[in-house]
């Protein structure tokens, strides 16, 4: 019963680093989302994915990338960290769009 | 566009009290609305969810109606318990739009004290 797993649940980066955060589901889920999470300011979508091989841009794209080769991995990139990305991120996958989701652990990241 | 307004935090109760958390919204097409609970440490659990108007989702002894009227989904429980204290987000997934998008509030953090 893993559900969503995320790889790594934390990280210290400096800035101008670069850095992959994972996100895995096994519950054959179409549907997969990254959210960043800051205090006073709730969740904020970053980017999400309808498939495998699809990406869309959320609520908060800037400074982010994903990819999505496989269905049940939904990776979200740091090309070059700042420290405005200081944030916990967490990963979703739902069955459908309008269907509940299922939230991973969270990864804390923080960027000096 | 969307939104999500949530009673501003923190809500402390002594334990058996009842416990009211507001969450009114803006939406565009016909939402869904959720409530979601975030305890320490933890991502999001979904807590309980209701799809048309007058729905009453209910889980754990937490309720809570979708009320179009008053374009409201308030989320009651009769009496918390210490282990009741998280975070507690309101959220509307819009079906009418195209591009998708989750909405959520900006989260209550309740205390129960014992």
């Known amino acids: 019963n893993a559900g969503v797993t995320q790889t790594p649940k934390f990280r210290v980066l400096k800035t101008g680093q670069s850095m992959t955060l994972l996100c895995a589901q096994d519950?054959?889920?179409?549907?997969m989302y990254w959210y960043r999470q800051d205090p006073g300011m709730g969740l904020r979508l970053i980017h999400y994915?309808?498939?495998?091989?699809?990406?869309a841009k959320g609520e908060v794209p800037d400074g982010y990338n994903v990819s999505r080769l496989k269905k049940q991995n939904f990776l979200l990139g740091l090309e070059s960290a700042a420290p405005s990305q200081t944030s916990v991120y967490f990963c979703a996958s739902s069955y459908g769009l309008d269907q509940p989701q299922h939230f991973g652990d969270g990864t804390r990241l923080s960027i000096l | 566009g969307n939104s999500v307004t949530q009673m501003e935090g923190p809500v402390t109760l002594s334990e058996e009290a009842f416990l009211t958390i507001n969450c009114t919204y803006t939406?565009?097409?016909?939402?869904?609305l959720f409530w979601y609970v975030q305890y320490p440490g933890e991502g999001l659990q979904l807590l309980l969810k209701?799809?048309?108007?007058?729905d009453k989702g209910s889980n754990k002894g937490f309720e809570a109606t979708y009320r179009k009227e008053t374009t409201s989904f308030h989320l009651e429980k009769g009496s918390v318990q210490v282990s009741d204290s998280a975070v507690y987000f309101c959220a509307l997934s819009d079906r009418g739009g195209s591009n998708y998008k989750l909405t959520f509030g900006k989260g209550t953090l309740l205390t129960v004290n014992p």
């Open positions: 994915s309808v498939g495998e091989g699809t990406t």
């Open positions: 939406a565009t097409g016909y939402p869904s």
């Open positions: 209701a799809t048309k108007a007058d």
């Open positions: 519950m054959n889920h179409e549907y």
